[in-house]
């Protein structure tokens, strides 16, 4: 699986984006996906997940109600929009395939292989 994030940019606090990652391959449906972010100096965290059929979702607590995590199985993506941003969502912001469900949950990057390449979004104050 190979994974294309696209939708980053700068933007001003309070401002929305929307982040896509386009997947290649057949098997797209069957994966839970997840979006991750790591902003300079710091680890990688996890920001949202969806299962495969898209009818749960989950988030870090520092988005809840603010961004929403969607996919469209038809087009082979995943979607993160992002509203009301902050200028410590300012990061790099990655989608993951989570093949299967291992032992440490959704929220940790284990868990997730076939990474994308990664999009800059940067808030300003």
């Known amino acids: 699986v190979q994974l294309q994030a696209s939708g980053g940019g700068l933007v001003q606090a309070g401002a929305s984006l929307r982040l896509s990652c386009a997947a290649s391959?057949?098997?797209?449906?069957?994966?839970?996906m997840g979006w991750f972010r790591q902003a300079p100096g710091k680890e990688r965290e996890f920001v949202s997940a969806?299962?495969?059929?898209?009818?749960?979702?989950y988030y870090a607590d520092s988005v809840k109600g603010r961004f929403t995590i969607a996919r469209d199985n038809a087009k082979n993506t995943v979607y993160l929009q992002m509203n009301s941003l902050k200028p410590e969502d300012t990061a790099v912001y990655y989608c993951?395939?989570?093949?299967?469900?291992?032992?440490?949950?959704?929220?940790?990057?284990?868990?997730?292989?076939?990474w994308g390449q990664g999009t800059l979004v940067t808030v300003s104050s």
């Open positions: 969806i299962t495969s059929a898209g009818s749960n979702t």
């Open positions: 993951a395939v989570r093949p299967i469900s291992g032992p440490y949950g959704y929220t940790n990057r284990d868990e997730y292989s076939f």
């Open positions: 391959g057949r098997t797209f449906s069957s994966y839970n």
